[in-house]
């Protein structure tokens, strides 16, 4: 899965975000005070400002290379007074005195996102809006969501450039509960059952079907776990296209 730095030849910019982006940027809501962590060049939350969309932007970065792009960025749009720049591991580029209300986490595998949200508990107040849109590791995503009281509120599968992506957003909502299907399909997305959410789901079918031929043929054993995990994935999805 390409993250955001493979779309740069797109000529995407402050002006012109992918439409990833676009259908993350409708998630944060109206006026907030948003915390992009792993900004890259800054183009959500410049974007927005330059709508009138949000209030003030923090854009956090972890390397040196996209911090000073997306610093760059801030700068040639005027918004200094608006964006605060942090070279930060994670949600430690967020400060109480922020008053973050919205968190967007994008173009990053679903793991890495669980680890951010992991790791940077203590930086949350549970009063924001998540936007995430993991390239692909949806599962964990899910997984820490419910485990620390988040309710799924929205989830939204797109087709871009020959990848699917899937933006899940979430508010802290006190205890809820997914069965296994829903953390690997998604609640929303089950019910919804978008063209694209079948499209994706039939492709990964063929893909398991094709791993389990594989396992059947191969000269050394496969842990028998791991043939039973793959088996019941594709009997999952099975069901959920019959």
Not at 8 to 28: D, F, I, Y
Not at 138 to 149: D, F, H, I, S, Y
Not at 189 to 196: D, L, N
Request: charged fraction near 20%; proline fraction near 5%; charge should be neutral.
């Amino acid at each position: 899965m390409p993250d955001v730095a493979g779309e740069k030849g797109l000529q995407l910019n402050e002006q012109t975000l992918s439409m990833r982006l676009e259908r993350v940027a409708a998630q944060v809501p109206a006026g907030a005070r948003l915390a992009d962590i792993g900004s890259d060049h800054a183009y959500l939350p410049v974007a927005l400002l330059r709508r009138g969309a949000i209030a003030a932007a923090v854009a956090g970065e972890v390397a040196l290379t996209p911090f000073s792009a997306a610093q760059r960025t801030v700068r040639d749009n005027g918004l200094e007074q608006q964006v605060s720049v942090r070279l930060a591991n994670g949600l430690a580029a967020i400060e109480p005195a922020d008053g973050i209300s919205a968190i967007s986490i994008c173009g990053m595998g679903g793991e890495t996102i669980r680890d951010i949200l992991d790791s940077g508990k203590a930086h949350l107040n549970g009063q924001e809006r998540l936007i995430l849109q993991p390239n692909g590791g949806e599962q964990p995503v899910r997984l820490w969501l419910m485990e620390n009281g988040y309710r799924i509120l929205c989830e939204e599968i797109l087709r871009e450039n020959r990848f699917d992506y899937e933006i899940i957003v979430a508010e802290r909502a006190g205890p809820v509960t997914y069965s296994a299907e829903q953390l690997y399909f998604g609640p929303l997305q089950m019910q919804a059952r978008s063209p694209a959410f079948l499209a994706k789901w039939q492709s990964i079918l063929r893909r398991k079907q094709q791993t389990l031929a594989n396992f059947a043929r191969a000269r050394h054993a496969v842990p028998e776990a791991k043939v039973q995990q793959v088996a019941r994935q594709a009997r999952w999805i099975t069901e959920l296209l019959a």
